[in-house]
């Protein structure tokens, strides 16, 4: 399916070393803020206490978040949890206070505002729970690029395994040094996030990847340079790729604009992720396999000249 198709194709790789400038200096400077101020941390990571809370009728989210902001918790996540009456508060550790008192103060102002809410469960977070999510995200993250390395390494070439895995880092350590930057929170839902947007930037480098191996294996671009057959074979797939991206971006933005503070940064990685990744197919994953020396005889396989004694009798 084509929305339109571009005869002449576009010199992308002619601008390719300017493009991978500008994506090494925003790759430093996202890993500098990821070392000099560092994530901003949440409660699943860092520790805290876990609330559950009853009401009689469906609980009003955005006054529950209000109340618990005003009791000193900036960092407090409220949803809900089974139905519409349950509520599931996190809140961070707190100096002076156990979580039995931190759950006594919030159930307090929450009876202010409708005294049928009752108490189900208060449970503490400690850090080292943090720590193994932490731990958990990290080496999920490690298994998905090798997993990818693999795949592509078995079904393109090494060369484009490479490249590929510097594209998606690319895109992974610049959501990241965004985070950073803004001091975003950063949750399970934002790595979940992450690892959709590994496996979304993946899927794009390949569908280059192949039209790459068909333009090479296509006598009629035969004569064609490395650099002219990734301007075609990116060209080729322009059409693909608004489809594609814009009908997901679609869902994306309408989870960032209604899906409320819940799925907020969740919408905006994957944001990042969509936007990074369609550069980075282009002006990264393309530009690296060139520079690594692909060619027309990594796609063709060479033709065995058949033994003219074979058959011969003696």
Known sequence: MELFRIKKDIPFMRHALIFNAISALTFVLAVFFLFSKGLHLSIEFTGGTVIEVAYSKPANIDSIRKTVEGLGYADNQVTNFGTAQDVMIRLPAKKGQDSAAQSATVLTALQKQDADVTLKRTEFVGPQVGDELAHDGLMALLFVVIGIMIYLAIRFEWKYAVAAIIANLHDVVIILGFFAFFQWEFSLTVLAAILAVLGYSVNESVVVFDRVRETFRDRRFGKLAVADVMNHAITSTISRTIITH???EIMVLSMFVFGGPALHYFALALTIG?????????????????????????????????????????
């Open 274 to 314: 969509i936007l990074f990744g369609i550069y980075s197919s282009v002006f990264v994953a393309a530009a690296v396999a060139m520079w690594l020396g692909v060619k027309r005889e990594d796609m063709i396989k060479p033709i065995k000249e058949k033994d003219e004694t074979d058959g011969a009798v003696v």
């Open 246 to 248: 814009g009908s997901t």
